[in-house]
């Protein structure tokens, strides 16, 4: 087994919606069981991402919000909390919402905050608890809390030239990227999902040389980007598979059991 920590984005790489493939499900069983550790990093909210791996029987840590939150995936014991400081959420938000005229919501434990229910928000309305407020700046003001992630959701034309922007603006401050064409997903660079791997690897006891990681789309950079071994699916986002080691099959062809009977099994 080359790899003892496998680590692998969920949608466009391990499944989408709430499905993942039997035969990767099998390949994980078999991995898993031979000693090997498979963890899910997404941008996904916990409470999303977790009847996911009870469907499938995954057990030990699950990082949701791109690596805001860690969290044992039976008990529910919360290894890492963090996200965005409220002051500057409340500042990128504002100037999304007056400047910009788009549509925003702020996680905050588990509970996504927006003035207005979107195409975004509906599709989370069975997983999520969702207030609506009259004015999100001052609700996370209120809340005092940091932000476990925001997102900008509108046309894919508009949200690529919102990410450019803010990537600029705050570079250094905050990531700007995007699990979908059509959203913008605003995160703390102190918990990205490449500072996720590196708490895995502390966590688990696994050196960076025996650990792969796998994405497909803008907000897998910094999961592939690392000194561990960074793999893009084939049909990734073009920045992704700059940055890669290796590019592997495309997602329909089941690029995680690929790598599993490639590297581990």
């Known amino acids: 087994m080359k790899y003892k920590l496998f680590v692998s984005d969920f949608d466009g790489t391990l499944g989408v919606n709430d499905h993942i493939e039997p035969e990767v499900v099998q390949a994980i069983k078999e991995y898993t069981e031979k000693g090997g550790i498979f963890v899910i990093v997404t941008g996904r909210m916990h409470s999303m991402i977790v009847p996911i791996c009870h469907k499938y029987g995954l057990k030990g840590l699950i990082v949701s919000y791109q690596g805001s939150v860690i969290r044992d995936i039976e008990s529910g014991e919360i290894l ?10 409340m500042q990128i938000t504002k100037e999304l919402l007056v400047e ?24 989370h309305k069975d997983f999520a608890e969702i207030k609506i407020v009259d004015d999100l700046c001052a609700e996370i003001q209120k809340i005092g809390h940091v932000v476990s992630k925001v997102v900008a959701a509108g046309d894919p034309e508009i949200i690529q030239k919102l990410t450019q922007k803010y990537s600029k603006k705050y570079a250094g401050k905050l990531i700007c990227n995007g699990g979908a064409d059509v959203l913008m997903e605003v995160v703390s660079p102190k918990y990205s999902k490449g ?3 590196k708490f895995l690897s502390s966590y688990y006891g696994i050196p960076f040389d025996q650990i792969i990681a796998v994405g ?11 000194t561990w071994h960074g793999v893009a699916v084939g049909n990734a986002k073009e ?17 995680v059991k690929v790598l599993l009977e490639k590297y581990c099994l």
């Open 216 to 226: 497909d789309s803008t907000n897998d950079i910094e999961l592939v980007n690392g």
């Open 80 to 89: 890492v909390n963090g996200g965005i400081d409220y002051p500057l959420a």
């Open 195 to 197: 500072n996720a791997v």
């Open 100 to 123: 910009d005229g788009v549509r925003i919501v702020a996680d905050m434990d588990e509970i996504m905050y927006c003035e207005n229910l979107s195409l975004y928000t509906k599709y």
């Open 239 to 255: 920045e992704l598979k700059q940055v890669a080691d290796e590019i592997t099959v495309p997602f329909k062809e089941n690029p």
